[in-house]
């Protein structure tokens, strides 16, 4: 897929010589892709992305796959920190209160299917900003459509199901980390950022139901 150019200064080497083993999902919380453009490719604000795909399905490359760009910030995903060295970032114009439209999806697919593929990425490893940064971030937000992804083996789906037996704050958490939410968060910004993910409707306390999506497994 051919993306149009629009380099962007903020960016550096990925440390300790590891290369990309992830992919993070961003929506820009901002009016259109033009100004998402110049947030992210200007040196004042120390942020970027590898790409962003407008609304109509534009596609706009930022930053070098091999270099280490600025979107992921402080954070953890499966025992792992320094997200920004381990992953391909990607902005999703998208304010955060509506669908994503449909041209842009499609462009997505593509492009994480291409990235996947160039650096062995697992579906396990597509992950949005919510879920490496719980509480501090929310993108890319209850209206993005993972199942869809999930269909295609872009992301992780939905688990068969099975029983488990205890449903408590510390069995909800054992499961969260070994599904890779694993950020230093309080039980009810974990349970937050996991309905985010995969319920993103739920509200209340803890349910069995909660564990479904981390384990393939609810309450007997």
């Given amino acids: 897929m051919q993306a149009l150019q629009r380099p962007s200064p903020n960016f550096g080497p990925r440390r300790n010589g590891l290369s990309p083993s992830m992919v993070v999902l961003h929506y820009t919380a901002m009016s259109d892709a033009a100004a998402a453009l110049d947030r992210l490719c200007d040196p004042r604000y120390e942020v970027s992305a590898h790409y962003l795909i407008g609304r109509c399905g534009t596609l706009w490359q930022l930053v070098d796959e091999r270099q280490r760009a600025w979107h992921a910030g402080a954070g953890n995903w499966a025992g792992q920190g320094d997200i920004n060295s381990r992953s391909i970032g990607i902005e999703l114009d998208n304010a955060g209160d509506h669908p994503f439209a449909a041209r842009q999806m499609t462009v997505l697919e593509t492009l994480l299917s291409q990235i996947m593929a160039r650096w062995n990425i697992a579906p ?13 971030k929310q993108d890319p937000g209850r209206h993005f459509d993972w199942a869809r992804l999930a269909r295609q083996g872009l992301a992780v789906g939905q688990p068969k199901y099975t029983a488990v037996d205890e449903v408590s704050a510390k069995s909800f958490r054992i499961a969260a980390q070994q599904a890779g939410f694993t950020s230093d968060v309080s039980d009810e910004v974990l349970l937050s950022a996991v309905r985010l993910r995969h319920r993103p409707w739920a509200k209340g306390p803890l349910l069995a139901a909660d564990f479904y999506p981390l384990t393939g497994r609810v309450s007997r």
């Fill in 124 to 136: 396990q490893a597509v992950i949005g900003h919510s879920d490496m940064a719980p509480g501090r």
